[in-house]
Structures are given as structure tokens and as C-alpha cells.
């Protein structure tokens, strides 16, 4: 990974401002010489108006605060540069998709969608995953989710599932959940969300990180390359640490123990230099191939099941910066699907069609007019010339007499640029047909593709399916709804709904469900990579305890790529028996067993009864939540004290190099969901 400055590194320098050991100035430049009172006609007088500093502190104070997102309020961006492995010359003549040799500036914001913007990070969510490309040919934003289907066909039916996610408007809750009447009743009603309501009710609306989930472009786009050629085309991001998820009752707790959780661990992994990795994948359709599945391509609820379609891995993006200032960045950013460059190209897909109206009509509500290309995150990093004028925060100054076309006057200048000179030209597909509102036959089948992704779990994957239902479902006050829903999901898989069913109080179908029997193992997380690297354990330690041990582990551990925290009774510095001393990053107090991927259990000589609860509380907790647990020392005795000793999962041992290497395998692990039927 290089560490050299990108163009757009470049470009926002010229914006970075470093007010430190400055003197303090109003925005107009003038040296204030107090600020800390106001100016009075008297000690005990009156506030006069003519106290300009004043004024413009206060409101600007007063005007500090933006609309947030209507949808993807809550989230969090990072720099990073994407490398092309191979050409994809064959597919696109789009410049950052031909040339190995350029690396490209990237912005990403990662994100929940229901939530406001201050809501918790660890809620059963979609996560948005935007990725902006600065190419010398313009800005690409690849705008997706960590999902790779949606819950609706078409877009105009976005403002209703919208509204029924949203906190119910009678009483303005619940907040950031999904789980009340008016999502599921939406659910039942509109029958196409089934394949997506699997997948949101799955391990995937509950990732462990962002750095641990995948992103999906969704919709179908085109590649077209030189010859005018084109082929379908849809995106993936796959993550190098794998895709890994929460459970349940973990992410419900990290929420009130840590509402910040992913930002947190996004943040901290890049100020570390653990910069997170996504691989960059395509799977293409030759356009004559486009009738040839038994789904139509343009169907967004639908996946292109890897296994008949491979993903072929073409480039790498590392997110290698934190942002400098998450106002003027993560919420000023302004992504758009419809942002492509010449090779890249739109298909008919319904829902992809109405997103490139809406995402411009949102901006200029939240941004405040049309001038937010303007803002140093979203300009390109090539130049741009037009005749568009004015308009709020205009910052551009446009030179000269013209801005108009066609003139004469400047030469007929800024002149469209032909396709070889690198205009943008649309690919002329043929298009006839009345003018309908409706929908294609081809898109009526809603169910075979959510049955597909139930086959293609794992047993503990199922079973976290039927729990997901049972919680949300409980939470649903209107029987009628309730019914409704196992009513459609006996169409995904009587196995389901049988599972789920008694748990809502309502009696499960004994007979019907779905006849496809195919699955695809890529759908599954129990498939994906397993690796030590950045995960995070917490070692707790007392006083006297066995440093020249621990201390060697601790190496070992860091050497495998494992991030090790000091869990003790106070803040400070504790000693080992031969007088090492340790800095402990957090008591009992200021941090949770489920803010961990899996805890390393030492204890010391002088632990006393409320250690041995707290660490007991945290060990039972951990292993609860079928995390790996290693102990050494007196560590041992509490596994024993707590029955947790003899699990898969749970590591001992005497010998520190020994201990390290199975205890590192135990948590590349992540999980052992064998306890789940403890
Ligand atoms: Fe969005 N979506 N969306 N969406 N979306 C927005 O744009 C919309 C959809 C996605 O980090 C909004 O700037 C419509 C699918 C992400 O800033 C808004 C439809 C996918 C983000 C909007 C969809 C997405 C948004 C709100 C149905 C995955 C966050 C703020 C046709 C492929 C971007 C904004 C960021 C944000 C509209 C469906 C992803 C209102 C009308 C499908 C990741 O314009």
C-alpha cells in the first residue's frame, strides 16, 4: 500500500485550515480582543447591538445545523485509494477500469438507514456502503448497501417503504428498529420485499464492522467498452478480513454501551494502520444472454447466484485516511448513482431509474442549493467547465462575457467533446413500448430467490433467521399483521415459519411452502474468510500478576495481528509479580465484554472477591455470546467457578507460545455456535 498523497488529497489542501496558535479573528478578519463577554452598556447593563462579534457568533451558532439524510442519516466516511489488478478493456473504456497503473482517490460512507443521526450503530439494519471514485474523468459513485437485493421493485413505492420503517408519526417510535406494526404490516403488503426481508432479518443487518461486510451496487448497470459492446454488469465489494456479524442480544447491548461502535472501530483500525480492504468484483452478462436465467436481470430483488454467475475479482480499495472533519466531509458528501463516467451506463431497472431523480432533489434540500458539487469533498478532481451560473454559495468565479451556448463571442467555448475526444455517450439501446404503468410479468416471482437464500444457511444462520422473526414479529402489536406474515413467509419455507410462528402466537401451516430445493453457498457467512487480523481481545489482569507469561503472550498475539486491551479494577498502571507494570486501557466500568471479540482471562495474586464477579460477569457474558475465551493462570480456576471450562472455543494452557497459537486460532474462529444449543 502506498502512502503517497492522492490528487484529491491535493485538491483539499488548499480547504484545510489549522487554527492552532492563531489569534482569534471574526470571519471578516478583524483580531477580537474578547470572548468572553458580551459587549454591555454597563457592567450590569443591557447587550448592545452593535456588538458585531457577538452577532455573528450567535448565528452563526444558530444556522450550524443541516437536514439530515431522509434515509442513511447515521454515518461515517473514510479516504482510501482503489487499484485496478487487471484491465477490464474487454468490458469498459471507462479510464480508472483500464489502466493498472493509476491508483484512484476514493471517499466512502458507510451507514444505517432507518435511524436518525445520532442513533446506535449495532441496530438489525441495511448498512449503506457509498464509495465515491475522484477519476480523471469525472466522479463515479458506486452508491450500494451491504445487501445485495432491495425490498421493492420499483421507485416509486420508496416514500411508502420508507414510511413504514421510519418511527410510526402518531408517536415518533421506535427509533432506528424495524421491528413495529407499521414495517411488517408494509412487509405483508407488498409481497416482492420477501427475498430482502430474509436477508435483513439474517446476520447481515447485524455486522461486526464495517470493515467486515460486504457492499453490492444492487441494480444492474452496463459496461460498455471501445467497440460500443456492452455488458450487464453488477458490483461487489468483498471484504479481506471476511464478512463476520454480531448476535442479537451483543448488538442490542453495544448500543447502550457504546453508541458508536462501528465509527469507533473504523476510526481507530486506520489510525493504527490497520487500514481496512475491500476487493473490488464484477459478474458479467453478455447483453445476449440477457433472457437466459430464471429471473430477469433487471429485477432488483433478485441475485445473480455466484455459483452460475462468478464474481471475477478486478481491483482492491483501501480506506487508508480518517476524515479531518466529519461535518465538511461525511456530511457534506454528496453521492448519487447517476454519477458515471463514459464506459458506465444505467439498464432499465425501475428502482435504479427513479433513484437517479431523487438523489440530486434530496441534496438540494440538505445542501441548500445547486452549488454542492462545489464543496471540497465532492469536486472532482479533473477540472469542469460549463455554462450552469449563480445560485447559493456560488464559489466558482466564472471569468468572461459568455455563459451561453452556442455563442460566437468565445468561440463557441466550453465546446461539447466528442466520444473520442472523451464525451459522454449514452448507449443507444432500442426502446419501444406504450406507455404503461405496470410491471413486467418477469418480475412477479417473489419468493423462489428468498427460499434460495434459506437453503443456503447454515444451521446456526437459520436459527438466528427464526429468532430475528420471533423478535420482531413479537414486537408487533396487530395479530392480523402477525398472521399475515407467517401466511407469506409459509411461501419461503414451512421449516421458517414453523420456527417462528408459535413463538408470535400464531398457529404455523402444516402443509405448502416452496419446492426449490437449490442453494448458494456464497450466500452463507459460514463460508467466508476467518483471520486473527485487527480482531480485539480483552486480557483482564490484577495486581501480582504472572508478567513474564503474559508478556510473552501478549507478543505473540500482537504478532498474529490481534489488538489486546488491559481490563483491570482501576485506572492506571498494574505490576506483575517480577515488577513489570502494564498501562490498563479500562476498568470494569468503562468497558464491556461485548465491546470484545473474545477475552484473555490472567488475573494476579492480589484479586479480591469483587474482581473475581467482575471478570466472572464479563467471562459469562462472552462465552453467552459464543465468543473464544482463553484463560491462563488464575484465569483457569474462573472458567471452572463459572462451568465454562471444556467448550469448544475455550482455550487453557501453561505454555505462553502453545497457549498464544491455539488461543489465536480460537479467535480467528469469530464464533462457536456450537453453544448456541448449550
Ligand atoms: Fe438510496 N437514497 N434510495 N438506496 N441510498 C439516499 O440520498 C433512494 C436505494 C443508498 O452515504 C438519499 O443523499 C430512492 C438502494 C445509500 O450519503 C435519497 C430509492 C440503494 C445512501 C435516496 C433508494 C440505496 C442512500 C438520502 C429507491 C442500494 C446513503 C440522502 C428507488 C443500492 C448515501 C441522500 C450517503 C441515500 C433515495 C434505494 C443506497 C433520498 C428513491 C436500492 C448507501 O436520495
Redesign the pocket.
Known sequence: MSNKRTSKDEQLDQFRVDDSGKHLTTNHGVKVSEDEFSLKAGERGPTLLEDFHFREKMTHFDHERIPE????AR?FSAHGEFQLYESLEKYTKADFLNDTSKTTPTFV?F?TVAGSKGSGETVRDVR???TKFYTEEGNYDL???NIPV?F?QD?IK?PDLVHALKPEPHNGMPQAASAHDTFWDFIAQNQESAHMAMWAMSDRAIPRSFRMMEG????TFRLVNKEGKAHFVKFHWKPVLGTHSLVWDEAQKINGKDTDFHRGDLFSSIEDGDYPEYELGIQVIPEEDEFNFDFDVLD?TKVWPEEDVPVQIVGKMTLNRNVDNVFAENEQ???H?GNVVPGIDFTNDP?LQ??LF??T???LI?LGGPNFHELPINRPVCPFFNNQRDGYGRQTINRGQVSYHKNSLAKNTPTPASEEEGGYSHYQEKVEGHKVRARSESFKDHFSQATLFWNSMSDHEKEHIIQAFSFELGKVESESVREDIVEMFSNVSLELVQGFAPNIGVTPPQSGGSDVTKASPALSQANTVHKPDTRKVGVILANGFNDKDVKKTLEKLSDEGIVTEIISEKQGTIKGESGTELKVDHTFLTIDSVLYDALYAVGGKEEGEAFKKHASHFLNEAFSHYKPLGATHNGIEWLSLNKLDGYNGVVTGDDPSGFAKEFTQAVAAHRYWDRQMV
Open positions: 439524510r431522509i434515509v442513511h454515518g460512507r451507514s449503506g456502503f457509498s452508491v450500494g448497501n432491495f421493492i421507485a420508496f453490492f451496487g444492487v441494480h432488483p458528501v454528496a453521492f448513482p428502482l427513479g433513484r431523487s438523489y432533489d434530496t441534496q440538505r
